[in-house]
């Protein structure tokens, strides 16, 4: 029998505040983003006067899990703080001159009496590369950043992707962090963190994207244009992630054939995706996976690393190898 797990380590707990006052009205918005692979809670705490509590199958009130009784053996897995984008590792070789400042987009706005817009995007702006690529990377590195803010509000034509929720209200709200994995004066590594949801606060998603480019020539690259997509590399992964994380129903509950689908860079099971950032003395693989079944659904993010050494089997002859190594 399938143990049902309440919580897995994906990344900590946090908790994103914010009070506008548009138009008049002082809307207080809380996101609570248990940022796990199973059971997720998300409670925006309006203050209209209705329980936003959550349930178990059983009616039993599920709103605070981390304050709950469960076992140590209910909480499997890594402890979530070793999970934080702010904890993953950071490498910067010998001798680099190439710097980064963070920017941020931000965007508060009221849709009408039935909706609202938060936009707070943080992403990486280089200096000190060859100036015909430095704006370009510039450009790639916030457009990563931007993809939910673009493709649920600042694209029109995106616009149509919103849902609202059950009682007809309208949430658009991206939060966007990011930790350079790797930097020096020929290569960057950036992985971003994207907390959002698209019209509907019932569900949200906690999404990892990276952008890794070749500074001498803008080149980006994607998982599925350096390595081979095959199964005995979606096997690997998945046994790599079993290995870090102990057994989650989430690992296994995507199959062997949409790993292989998913490295050869297309998206699976409710638009779940894997990619790649650069390390040290290697590469991390990582899945983002929006798992919806009839018990919950499960969002957000698991890394695997990979040596070089390790990836010889799989890698093929992209010139990302040659740069990398």
């Known amino acids: 029998m399938q143990k ?55 009616g039993n009130d599920d709103s605070d899990v981390y304050g709950s ?47 609202m817009v938060l936009l707070d995007v943080q992403y990486p702006v280089i200096s000190g590369t060859d100036e015909a690529q430095t704006d370009a990377i510039n450009e790639m590195l916030k457009d990563q950043a931007m993809v939910s803010a673009d493709n649920y509000y600042l694209n029109v034509a995106g616009q149509s992707n919103v849902k609202a929720g059950a009682d007809g209200y309208i949430y658009i709200i991206s939060e966007v962090t990011y930790q350079v994995t790797y930097l020096s004066n020929d290569f960057i590594s950036v992985v971003f963190e994207d907390n959002y949801c698209a019209g509907d606060y019932d569900t949200h998603y906690i999404d990892m994207r990276a952008s890794n480019i070749d500074l001498t020539t803008g080149k980006s690259y994607e998982l599925n244009q350096i390595v081979n997509a095959d199964s005995d590399m979606a096997k690997d992964f998945q046994q790599r992630l079993d290995d870090k994380y102990q057994y989650n129903e989430v690992i296994y509950g995507i199959d062997t054939e949409e790993y292989t689908s998913m490295i050869s860079g297309e998206k699976e099971r409710d638009d779940s995706f894997m990619g790649f950032y650069r390390t040290e003395d290697g590469i991390q693989l990582y899945v983002t996976f929006h798992y919806f079944v009839d018990e919950g659904s499960s969002v957000g993010w698991f890394t695997a690393p990979y040596a070089f050494e390790d990836m010889k089997s799989y890698q093929n002859d992209s010139d990302f190898w040659n740069i990398a190594q």
Request: net charge negative.
């Open 4 to 58: 049902k797990m309440y919580s897995t380590p994906v990344v900590v707990l946090t908790i994103i505040g914010a009070c506008l006052t548009l138009i008049g009205n002082c809307v207080s918005v809380g996101v609570l983003v248990k940022k796990a692979a199973t059971a997720i809670i998300s409670d925006y705490s309006l203050d209209d006067g209705y329980d936003y509590g959550y349930y178990d199958e059983y």
């Open 69 to 115: 009784d469960l076992s140590e053996e209910d909480l499997q897995g890594v402890d979530p703080s070793t999970e934080a984008l702010s904890e993953i590792p950071t490498y910067e070789a010998e001798g680099t001159t190439v710097t980064y400042q963070m920017e941020s987009y931000q965007l508060q706005k009221k849709l009408g009496d039935n909706g």
